[in-house]
């Protein structure tokens, strides 16, 4: 845990400790009404004596210098969170131009896909004007000779293989 901040928490903590067990007033009321005796009004002040703050008891609760340095405790917190915020907002800037980048070339993707898309459509609309329009030359289909006379079959002659040669006859 960071120096600072522990500090503060450790001195607002005491300080809470402290000023939860000091005790001025118990409760239960005061003054005469009229209905009271001088008797029952002592015993009530008896009973809530004990419970009234004493010398150490307001000597314990927080005084001005606690609060001085609970103060410079709690500048240092603030000095140490303004860092973390400057870090936060060098994440947030990061984040945002990630966004930016990511939509620029999604973008720029869409427009590509358009333009393929439109540059296809174009070829294909003037490819069916081109076929279809009344003075484009047609092809003919090809038709076959009324009488075909039948072809001689091709023959190739091979020449024969030379004849191997042999040893010439030894005569004795």
Not at 41 to 49: D, G
Not at 117 to 138: E, H
Request: net charge negative; no cysteine; proline share 8%.
């Amino acid at each position: 845990m960071n120096e600072p901040h522990a500090r503060f928490v450790d001195r607002l903590e005491s300080l809470g400790r402290a000023l939860s067990t000091a005790t001025v007033d118990g409760g239960g009321g005061g003054g005469d009404d009229g209905t009271m005796d001088h008797e029952s009004r002592i015993t009530e002040l008896e009973k809530i004596v004990p419970t009234l703050a004493t010398k150490a008891d307001v000597a314990a609760l927080p005084t001005k210098s606690d609060f001085a340095d609970l103060r410079a405790d709690f500048a240092d917190f603030k000095a140490e969170m303004a860092g973390h915020k400057s870090g936060i907002a060098d994440i947030r800037a990061d984040i945002q131009k990630s966004i930016t980048e990511n939509t620029r070339w999604t973008h720029t993707a869409l427009v590509a896909m358009i333009g393929a898309f439109l540059v296809g459509v174009t070829g294909l609309l003037f490819t069916i004007y081109n076929a279809t329009k009344p003075g484009a030359p047609r092809s003919e289909p090809v038709s076959q000779p009324a009488a075909m006379t039948p072809q001689q079959p091709i023959i190739i002659n091979i020449p024969p293989a030379p004849a191997a040669a042999q040893p010439p006859v030894q005569q004795k």
